[in-house]
T-cell receptor, first 113, second 112 residues
């Protein structure tokens, strides 16, 4: 499994865009990049995932560099409820039979009022 | 609520006792996962089921741990002869095929 590097913590002002970087320089061609977050005392929550192209959904946008060695999760208008630990997780596709998510220590994002 | 349900939410037990946790996945999800999370760390994979078959077990899952998923529906995780090092949050997740996994709120175990 690819290793990831994320900042330990970040602050962002409420209403601003929060940009969370992740380095996954050893990612292989059959691994997607998944993002989950975990609000205090809750289970992890799926946010978004992608392989090569940028992705957007109602929660966030995911920008993956062309060489796929890094990605950035963007929360366009951060609110206090976005305060959480954010995990970047490479995950193999089904064809390679590896189903599990391997969590690191993530980035603790604090939204400042 | 059609999310993943875990019971109990909190459990305090004395060292040496056995405990059992239950997870009810989202209906029709054929994959079910158990994770363990200690303070300040990300969740660690324990085991996963596809329907009733247990397909992978982590080395973290010692002989004192056993998980079942009879009939491919709910799952139980049992810890025998609990130790203080077993104190953690135990998380269950489910998914349909290769889609994203949805997590429950977890069961927080404290061994005293």
């Amino acid at each position: 499994d690819a290793k990831t590097t994320q900042p330990t913590s970040m602050d962002c002002a409420e209403g601003r865009a929060a940009n969370l970087p992740c380095n996954h320089s050893t990612i292989s061609g059959n691994e997607y990049v998944y993002w989950y977050r975990q609000i205090h005392s809750q289970g992890p929550q799926y946010i978004i995932h992608g392989l090569k192209n940028n992705e957007t959904n109602e929660m966030a946008s995911l920008i993956i560099t062309e060489d796929r060695k890094s990605s950035t999760l963007i929360l366009p208008h951060a609110t206090l409820r976005d305060t959480a630990v954010y995990y970047c997780i490479p995950r193999r596709t089904l064809n390679f039979g590896n189903e599990k998510l391997t969590f690191g220590t993530g980035t603790r994002l604090t939204i400042i009022p | 609520d059609t999310g993943v349900s875990q019971d109990p939410r909190h459990k305090i037990t004395k060292r040496g006792q056995n405990v059992t946790f239950r997870c009810d996945p989202i209906s029709e999800h054929n994959r079910l996962y158990w994770y363990r999370q200690t303070l300040g760390q990300g969740p660690e994979f324990l085991t996963y089921f596809q329907n009733e078959a247990q397909l992978e077990k982590s080395r973290l899952l010692s002989d004192r741990f056993s998980a079942e998923r009879p009939k491919g529906s709910f799952s139980t995780l049992e810890i025998q002869r609990t130790e203080q090092g077993d104190s953690a949050m135990y998380l269950c997740a489910s998914s349909f095929s290769t889609a994203e996994a949805f997590f429950g709120q977890g069961t927080r175990l404290t061994v005293v």
